[in-house]
């Protein structure tokens, strides 16, 4: 039976930036998600978390918290050019995810639009030469961070990227390495971009590395395909809501991944940039409970 370990991230406090005046402070996030019953959690955006590596240990350690992956952005369909770029960002989170004992880099694609303006930056679709940079450029990349620093990487689905809708993600897993390229699998982007999570898990099943557990509210969501928002107005609507109200069930979910013969985080991530400071700490709470009530 796979083994799940569930774990929390600084998205769920509303944390999206490494500097941000509508966040909460670092150690403010490290006190309460110990205080809510987790022991693993993500770095977050670099820089919000301590970079030093002692440092970290240290907040990390005497709060009884453990790191599962650290965060990095990418746009490698733009093909060799930006190799270099993407390589150093990498690199340095690479380095601290390391050093802080995790053994996943989770992996997200540029989005096609401005998060916050909704200017649309690049059409919504890949050619066929975009999709062959995408996944060699990605294979490298797994390939160098499993050979410098030992790490898996797990790509992210994501609204308003180009690794999105069910057809997509299967575009692309088809077109990877396994050995090279697993996939985080974010219930809630996936439901988000109409996906069935339970059904990617039964035909991919091989290539899920890692899990983020979250939901959508169907109402909203509603009113933000009729809208065509953007992603960031409409988390800020309120489209990420908390489980157990909105889809996919997370029972289902849990209960495909665990018949899997591989052990799995499942980093719950509720986005909610911007939100009030005293909202992420009774959700995450009440989050966890349920959690464990789904054996999780």
């Known amino acids: 039976m796979t083994q799940i370990r569930i774990g929390s991230a600084p998205d769920s406090w509303g944390v999206w930036f490494p500097e941000d005046p509508l966040q909460v402070p670092w150690t403010r996030f490290l006190d309460e998600v110990a205080a809510s019953g987790y022991e693993w959690i993500e770095l977050g955006p670099y820089g919000y978390l301590p970079t030093d590596p002692v440092r970290l240990a240290d907040e990390t350690a005497r709060r009884g918290l453990r790191v599962s992956a650290g965060t990095v952005f990418t746009g490698l369909h733009h093909g060799p050019g930006v190799w270099d770029a993407t390589w150093a960002h990498v690199a340095d989170v690479a380095a601290l995810t390391q050093a802080a004992g995790a053994g996943h880099l989770v992996v997200i694609p540029s989005f096609w639009r401005d998060d916050k303006t909704g200017e649309v930056k690049e059409p919504d679709t890949l050619d066929a030469g975009q999709w062959r940079q995408l996944t060699e450029l990605t294979e490298r990349l797994g390939h160098e961070v499993r050979e410098r620093f030992g790490l898996r990487i797990v790509v992210h689905p994501h609204a308003d990227t180009h690794i999105d809708t069910e057809e997509n993600v299967a575009r692309f897993l088809d077109a990877t390495d396994p050995e090279l390229v697993s996939l985080c ?103 966890r409970a349920f959690l464990r009530s789904c054996g999780a």
């Open 185 to 287: 699998l974010d219930t809630g982007h996936y439901a988000y971009c109409g996906g069935d999570s339970v059904r990617l898990i039964e035909t991919y099943g091989e290539r899920i590395g890692y899990l983020h557990l979250k939901q959508v509210d169907p109402e909203v969501l509603a009113q933000v395909r009729a809208e065509r928002l953007p992603f960031g107005p409409a988390v800020a609507r309120g489209v990420m809501c908390e489980p157990p109200g909105g889809i996919p069930a997370l029972e289902p979910v849990l209960d495909a991944a665990r018949k899997l013969e591989t052990d799995l985080f499942a980093v719950v991530e509720q986005d909610m940039y911007p939100c009030p400071p005293d909202r992420p700490l009774p959700i995450a709470r009440r989050t």
